[in-house]
């Protein structure tokens, strides 16, 4: 089967939400996921031969989508379901590592400033004191997305969810100690081929012609 994991679009900025942040898009985060929705859905039209390897005759294979519970990626997988006539299934094993933290500032707003935010989630992704937990949402990814994989054979799934989920699940594919080493563009896609056999090929990462522009 064709797995595709997306992450989600640009989320609104949340100094302090009083308690588990949840934002949904911004109105560029919603323009991403308008474009990544016309990229999988209508680029190729639904008359087009089946996807080698995923037996669907839907454009790129996708014939299911999933989503985190979290309102970034639902709002993200929301049009894409809706030009393919789908409905969103949802995870809560798709969940983003942070999600309790009380505040969301995007990646580029916060990454090398003094905000202490910044520090906070240094230490949460990368310090030997929070190595456990890591290791437990890896693996709680992991679960998710092989169900997922599990549930969907000879098919393509668009799996909408956040940075740090796509990095566990492919550090696990790649065999890797570090849960986190690359950064997934808003609504950039990766690609992996998970074969019956249980090997699992990661073909791209990070793909994101929709967004280019002129």
Not at 3 to 22: K, M, N, S, T, Y
Not at 150 to 176: K, R
Request: glycine letters at 10%.
């Amino acid at each position: 089967m064709l797995l595709l994991l997306v992450r989600h679009g640009l989320p609104e900025r949340v100094d302090d939400a009083g308690g588990p942040a949840d934002p949904g898009l911004a109105g560029p985060g919603r323009a991403q996921a308008d474009a990544l929705a016309a990229f999988l859905a209508g680029a190729v039209g639904r008359d087009a031969p089946r996807s080698a390897g995923t037996g669907s005759a839907r454009p790129f294979g996708v014939d299911a989508v999933c989503s985190s519970p979290m309102r970034r990626a639902r709002e993200t997988a929301a049009p894409l379901a809706a030009q393919l006539g789908l409905s969103v299934s949802v995870d809560d094993g798709l969940a983003e590592f942070d999600r309790h933290l009380h505040h969301y500032v995007p990646m580029e707003e916060i990454r090398g400033t003094d905000d202490p935010r910044w520090a906070e989630l240094v230490e949460e992704w990368t310090s030997t004191e929070t190595e456990a937990q890591r290791r437990a949402f890896r693996s709680t990814v992991v679960v998710a997305i092989e169900g997922i994989i599990a549930g969907h054979p000879s098919q393509g799934v668009a799996v909408v969810c956040h940075g740090g989920v796509i990095n566990a699940y492919l550090s696990h594919v790649l065999g890797m100690e570090a849960t986190l080493f690359f950064e997934p563009a808003y609504t950039s896609v990766s690609r992996v081929l998970a074969s019956r056999s249980g090997v699992r090929q990661l073909v791209s990462a990070n793909e994101t012609p929709h967004l280019l522009t002129g």
